[in-house]
């Protein structure tokens, strides 16, 4: 399965493709201390990934803006058949 | 609009169509991006609820429930646009790149040149217009089918992840290796199509 190794992450061996994954990862789940070490170092060396994680943070704040400003609707149409529904399934 | 009965053990289907059936659809849109599958799934929603209008013991609001149940339909729809036997990160999408694509392996998994993030900053933005949030539309729906959902309640309910994995029924590693390629592909796809660099 293709994937990270998890808990594996050497700093000889740590490269961009842990970086982003551990900046993923941090969003929603505490890094330990040497995976928050490698990320921290890799960042100071990498621009690339830098703008990974600034971006992703950009990213979400859109994505969230995103669902703020929908103005999504069903039709009249379509409620009134919906309705329609409930009331013919009701009937028991 | 009406006050509704979340404060006892009854349901009223008659209301159910003008209190919650937006809330349903946007619910639903969000996480499959299609419109026909959206209301579809909303339809069948309200009549499973219906047949389960017995099972209801008011420990939930109206709307929970209902969302609840538009949450299982969700998932069984995954379910189904996944081909069997596939494990939950070879998903039946072709056009997720795979990790190859953005890193190289031999280089010890550095960013490939054509891959790398550009800089943002140089070009002059208005991310908050109806044209960005179509392209922001356009991006997920490249994804696999479960990987939006999975994307979606990941980044709206700040999820805990336990619970995401346990909605969509993956191991954590699993997860985050979803959340990773999700994040790696809308990334690419805004920087390609929306800021044109």
Redesign the interface.
Known sequence: ????K?HKHKWY??????A??LT??GE??PLSLSEKMLLNFHLIICK??R??AS??R???Q??????G??D???SPN??EA??Q???E??KK | MEKTLNNQNSLDPSKWVELYSDYLYRFAYYRVNNDELAQDLVQDCFLAALKAVETYKGQASEKTWLVSILKNKIIDHYKKASTRNESPLQLSSYTAPSYDYFFDKEAKGHWQSDTKPKDWAVTENNFDTKEFYKTLENCLAELPEKWKGVFTMSLLHDADSKLVCKEFDLSSSNFWVIMHRAKLQMRACLEKHWLKL
């Open positions: 399965m293709e994937g990270i998890e061996t740590f490269g961009c493709k842990d982003t994954y993923v990862k929603n789940a690339y990934c703008r990974f971006q992703n950009q990213i979400n859109l994505f969230r803006a995103f669902y400003k929908s999504l609707k069903l379509k409620k919906l309705n529904l409930i009331t399934n009701s």
